[in-house]
C-alpha cells in the first residue's frame, strides 16, 4: 500500500520533518511511503496512493485520488478542506484532534493570569524601564482566576483540558456544547442556545469551538455588548469565530478588560492592525500550538489510526464532514 505524506507550508514550522516520515516507514516496512512538499508534487503523486496524511487537501488533488481510501489531516480543524467534492465524497477524513490540547490549555490559562494580573503593563514598563508600582490598582484591577466564572464556549479536547485545569485553580466553569452531558472539571453544561444568558455572567470567555457555519463570528458586537466590562476573552479556535472590528471597538471603548488572541480573521495579522498597539491585548501567532514534541505526537497518533485502517477497524477521530468537524 502506498501511503502518501504532503504536510508542507510555507511557514517552516508546519512542515512535517524527514525524521518522523523515516519513523513511519521503519514502524510499517511492508508499505510505501512517499513525500511531498508542493502542491504540484501531490497531484504528481497521489494517483496511486491509496491513504493520504496531509495538512490539507484541494479540489484538484481530491479528483486525481483515485485511489485513495482514507484522508488524514494533522490539524484538528480541517475547514478549509470540507468543499462540497470532499463531503460528497465516500472517503473517511480523520484530524489530529487532542495532539496539541495540554499545550493550548496552558497557554489558554497563562495568558488569562497575564491578562488578570495586568502583565502586559508591567511588560510594557519594562522595555521602558519604568517602575510603575503606582499604576497598579490593587483593589479593582488584580484579579485572579480562583472564584472567576469561566465560560468555554466548545467542549473537545480543547476545551475539554482548559475546564480541567481552570477548575484545579478553583475556577467555576460553565461549558457550552451542542451535546448535553457532565463534563470533568465543568460545573455546568448547556446548549448553544444559552450563550447570550453566559456571556453576561463570565468573567473570562474563551473560544474553543471549530470553524463552522454557525461559529463564524459567534462573537459579534451584541455578544461583546453583553459581557462584563472586566471580563477578559480568550480565542485559541478560529479567527472567525470573532468579528475583530467589533472587538476593536469594545476594546477601544473600554467595554473589556482585554484579550488575547492567537488567531484572526486574515493571517498574518496585517501590520496596521490596531490590536498591534493595544496594551489590553496578547498577540501570539498562531502558536498556543507548539510543543517540543508535537510532530512525535501527531506522528504516533497517525500510526495508531494506520494500524487500525490496516486491520479493518472503526477509525478514531473520524469527522462528520457535515457538521464541519
Known amino acids: 500500500m502506498k501511503i502518501l505524506v504532503a504536510i508542507y507550508s ?16 521503519r514502524e510499517f516496512p511492508e508499505h510505501t511511503f512517499a513525500r511531498a512538499d508542493s502542491d504540484a508534487e501531490v497531484l504528481e503523486r497521489i494517483g496511486d496512493a491509496e491513504v493520504v ?34 463531503i460528497a465524497s465516500p472517503i473517511p477524513v480523520t484530524n489530529s484532534s487532542g495532539v496539541s490540547s495540554v499545550t493550548i490549555a496552558e497557554h489558554v490559562v497563562a495568558v488569562t493570569l497575564a491578562l488578570l494580573r495586568d502583565l502586559p503593563l508591567a511588560w510594557t514598563r519594562q522595555g521602558a524601564q ?12 488584580m484579579r485572579t482566576l480562583r472564584d472567576a466564572r ?33 463534563a470533568p472539571g465543568v460545573a455546568a453544561v448547556v446548549g448553544p442556545d444559552r450563550l447570550h444568558a453566559e456571556l453576561q455572567l463570565a468573567d473570562v470567555v474563551v473560544l474553543a469551538a471549530p470553524h463552522t457555519r454557525e461559529t463564524t ?12 466590562d472586566d471580563a477578559v476573552l480568550v480565542n485559541v479556535s478560529r ?13 477601544e471603548t473600554r467595554r473589556l478588560r482585554g484579550a488575547a488572541l ?15 498597539r493595544r496594551d489590553d491585548v496578547i498577540v501570539t501567532p498562531h502558536v498556543s500550538g507548539f510543543h517540543a514534541d508535537y510532530w512525535g505526537t501527531a506522528r504516533r497518533l497517525f500510526a495508531a489510526n494506520l494500524r487500525r485502517f490496516i486491520d479493518g477497524q472503526p477509525l478514531d477521530n473520524l469527522v462528520d464532514k457535515q457538521a464541519g468537524y
Not at 10 to 16: H, L, P, S
Not at 217 to 228: D, Q, W
Open 10 to 25: 510555507a511557514v517552516y514550522a508546519w512542515n512535517i520533518p524527514e525524521e518522523q516520515v523515516e519513523a513511519l516507514r
Open 53 to 86: 496524511y496531509c495538512s490539507w487537501m484541494t479540489r484538484p488533488q481530491l479528483a486525481a485520488a483515485t485511489q485513495v481510501r482514507w484522508i488524514h489531516s494533522n490539524a484538528a480543524g480541517i475547514t478549509p478542506m470540507l468543499f462540497p467534492e470532499m
Open 130 to 141: 519604568r517602575w510603575s508600582q503606582h499604576e497598579f490598582d490593587s483593589g479593582a484591577r
Open 150 to 182: 469561566v465560560l468555554i464556549v466548545g467542549l473537545g479536547s480543547i476545551g475539554g483540558e482548559t475546564a480541567r485545569l481552570a477548575s484545579g485553580f478553583g475556577a467555576h466553569v460553565v461549558g457550552i456544547r451542542r451535546t448535553p452531558g457532565p
Open 217 to 228: 463570528r459567534l462573537i459579534g458586537e451584541a455578544e461583546l455588548r453583553l459581557m462584563k
Open 239 to 251: 479567527g472567525t469565530l470573532v468579528d475583530e472590528a467589533a472587538l476593536v471597538g469594545a476594546l
Open 262 to 276: 492567537d488567531v484572526f480573521e486574515h493571517e498574518p495579522l496585517a501590520a496596521d492592525s490596531p490590536l498591534w
